[in-house]
């Protein structure tokens, strides 16, 4: 019987965490053991009637709003203690398909070397990009992630398929250069020869980063559409918002200049000054943030 643990880290909206919690309700689990963590990163949220509604799961306080990655090491490593065969990280924004983690983990038999899988995502309904563009029918079948494509020329990440209807022409699974931290399944090994999340990412990237390690370490990183959910995606982090000018222009550099060949390591460096006097304000401070080592949550406070 393989032991699954899953972590959930929560900052905002109860709701969606109540949705999400009642979809592992209904998980099909033959042949697995689960253990739920949520991690709450937000001290000014009161889960109390969350855990008195979920009593079989675990409720941890993080104390403050450590980020994505730091708040998610924070449930892992609890979890870790008990030993599990996987640990599944998701968002509390996500509704699983009941057979999620079953067509996962069949999967992850095929080869002993996927050290992480990722499922087919969808937009949650009505939580379209461009909801303009689609009908009612197509709610729920707008894919947000069908893999994930790193273009290490200009050092940037995308979804596969991203606001395509799913006619199931992404229905095979693959090696994919990453899997998103919205959902992904992680060996219990990965975390052992790898680590973990990289806390001075703080938000974006950090996944990323955490596939490319795990490359790097000799694992397959895949995608797998046979397991699927859907997301309702955040809109507090648009482009040209603060968070997302902040974060993804800081940890963009941190990224490329990590693992980026030395001819484009040059052009971002020569890019980053060009942002450096003309980009927005938050652009311009998580370029100086970034030369000034200034990781975490850096500058832009909450």
């Known amino acids: ?120 995502i969808y937009f949650a309904p009505g939580c379209e990009f461009h909801k303009e563009r689609y009908q009612i029918k197509d709610q729920g079948k707008v894919i947000w992630y069908a893999g994930g494509l790193i273009d290490w020329s ?7 398929g991203v606001d395509e209807i799913d006619h199931g022409q992404y229905d095979t699974p693959m090696e994919t ?11 219990k090994e990965v975390w052992e020869k790898v680590g973990f999340f990289d806390e001075r990412f703080f938000l974006y990237w950090e996944d990323v980063d955490f596939c490319q390690r795990s490359k790097i370490a000799g694992f397959k990183i895949v995608f797998v559409p046979q397991a699927k959910l859907w997301h309702a995606n955040a809109s507090s982090s648009e482009v040209g918002g603060a968070l997302h000018d902040y974060y993804m222009t800081r940890n963009r550099l941190l990224f490329g200049l990590r693992y980026a060949s030395f ?34 949550q850096g500058s832009l406070k909450p």
């Open 263 to 296: 001819k484009t390591k040059l052009a971002l460096f020569k890019q980053s000054l060009k942002i450096l006097f003309q980009g927005r304000f938050w652009q311009k401070i998580g370029i100086r943030d970034f030369y000034l080592r200034k990781f975490g």
């Open 177 to 187: 250069d990453f899997v998103s931290g919205c959902a992904m399944l992680v060996k």
């Open 1 to 120: 019987m393989k032991k699954i643990a899953i972590v959930i880290l929560h900052f905002i909206n109860k709701k969606q965490t109540i949705d999400c919690l009642m979809s592992i309700n209904s998980l099909g689990t033959k042949g697995l053991k689960i253990e739920v963590i949520v991690a709450n990163n937000n001290p000014k949220e009161n889960l109390h009637d969350l855990k008195t509604k979920f009593n079989k799961f675990s409720f941890l306080e993080t104390g403050k709003n450590l980020g994505y990655a730091a708040g998610n090491n924070f449930g892992i490593k609890r979890v870790l203690k008990e030993k599990p065969d996987f640990v599944f990280v998701i968002n509390n924004d996500t509704v699983l398909d009941e057979k999620i983690l079953l067509n996962l983990i069949e999967f992850a038999k095929t080869d002993e070397k996927i050290g992480i899988l990722g499922p087919k």
């Open 154 to 160: 200009n050092v940037a990440s995308s979804h596969r």
